[in-house]
């Protein structure tokens, strides 16, 4: 049990409270009390002062990759070896906690990587992993790109085949299917816009999914290949880049389809370091399509979509810049902070289905929060310094230490 003290709330991610300075108990992985600043007396356990700092809900990635560990090195990455894979992915999931990071919604990997590491988390193998929803290899549709990511792909043709591979994905232990819709950015072959899958192969995956329970996400750049995707049924469009007015309309007011935007990866292909990882073709589509990208986004977000928190980031990239999908919505997109706050926590929770859990600061909801020095919901600027602290349930990541993992004692 311990104590968070002085904490600054924001009212928009904060259920019943509505002082803006509280105290925060934490016991057995649950927030158990939230009190006026200084109302706790002679507390026995841990005390850690946030003098003031703002306290945000655990974030969300519902676009990641773990297995990616940089962009400029798809053909090394698509050969490595299981072994070496797995510490890459472990290392990225422990660096998205460091970052505030509690849950990740993972758009595909190589080696089923993301079931394997929430498997060691839960055995008390491993520790400082976050919570991770896994798509496992993502299914596509015979495509000119698909030599490049031969372990994250599953190739499949026809309604048949579609169905056995995402039959296949939950057989591995996945939680949900990835469906490529589109063409690719990162590929030398790839075309954004183009649409691949047809309504009756995605209808397919989306049947298999309907059966246990769960979804499909839709890589989906092209406005048309994002309008099959809602007609056949999928629960998230995934990048959305070039969505138009109809598009737009057909996601107004529903909860069952939800738009995820990735401003980091367009954000970081725009940077120096960035181009320099990319080959000459890969770096000029980027430079090609980021004005129409960004209006597109933008006039998603003026018509008032709620959209999911994702970032399409590699591991190197991700560590050299904290904060960068916060940082991203605003420089990349034009998103206010309030707004960008309520995508990387409630709306990301509730399109995640883990609203009851997580995505606000409430009694009785996971013990996943995040202190910033500053104000976020003011100046989103502040978010490209790593938090002070992240509190996971048990374990208290203290970023003002070298080390910064420390198990919460019991």
């Known amino acids: 049990m311990f104590l968070l003290k002085n904490c600054r709330l924001i009212p928009e991610l904060t259920e019943g409270f509505t ?49 990616l560990f940089e962009l400029g090195k798809i053909a090394e990455m698509d050969s490595k070896e299981e072994s070496y894979t797995f510490v890459d992915s472990y290392n990225f999931a422990r660096e998205y906690l460091r970052q505030g990071y509690t849950t990740l919604r993972d758009a595909g990997c190589a080696y089923n990587v993301t079931v394997k590491l929430m498997k060691l988390r839960d055995a008390g193998l491993i520790d400082n992993v976050p919570d991770i ?26 309604p048949a085949e579609v169905m056995k ?52 996400m ?81 006039k998603a977000y003026a018509a008032g979509l709620k959209m999911g928190f994702g970032s399409d980031i590699d591991y190197a990239t991700f560590k050299n810049m904290a904060g960068l999908e916060f940082i991203a919505r605003r420089e990349w997109y034009d998103f206010k902070p309030m707004d960008i706050l309520l995508q990387a926590t409630k709306y990301s929770a509730e399109i995640a289905g883990l609203i009851e ?6 009694v009785g909801k996971n013990a996943e929060l995040v202190i910033i020095n500053g104000n976020p919901d003011e100046d989103i600027d502040v978010m490209r310094n790593l938090p002070r602290y992240v509190i996971f349930r048990e374990t208290v990541i203290d970023n003002t230490i070298a080390e910064g993992f420390r198990k919460k004692e019991q």
């Open 19 to 67: 002082g803006r300075m509280a105290d925060i108990i934490v016991d057995h992985e649950k927030i158990t009390d939230i009190c006026e600043a200084g109302s706790v007396q002679d507390f026995e356990g841990e005390i850690i002062d946030a003098a003031g700092c703002t306290v945000l809900p655990g974030f969300f990635d519902l676009h990641c990759h773990v297995y």
């Open 133 to 158: 929803i896994s798509s496992g290899r993502a299914l596509t549709p015979t495509n000119p790109s698909n030599d490049e990511y031969t372990l994250l792909y599953e190739v499949a043709d026809g």
């Open 165 to 216: 591979a995402a039959r296949k994905q939950f057989e591995a232990g996945n939680d949900i299917i990835k469906y490529m819709v589109t063409g690719c950015y990162l590929d030398e072959s790839g075309i954004p816009g183009i649409s691949i899958a047809t309504e009756e192969e995605l209808r397919a995956a989306v049947q298999i999914a309907k059966m246990r329970g769960s979804y499909v």
């Open 218 to 298: 839709g890589h989906a750049h092209g406005a048309e290949g994002i309008k099959t995707a809602i007609r056949a049924g999928l629960y998230t469009i995934e990048h959305g880049s070039f969505i138009d007015d109809e598009a737009i309309e057909m996601l107004k007011n529903r909860d069952d389809c939800f738009l995820v935007p990735t401003g980091s990866i367009g954000l970081a292909c725009m940077t120096e370091e960035g181009q320099a990882g990319l080959s000459d073709s890969i770096a000029e589509k980027a430079i090609k399509y980021e004005k129409q990208e960004k209006e597109c986004i933008n």
């Open 357 to 362: 859990e997580k995505g606000t600061i409430k």
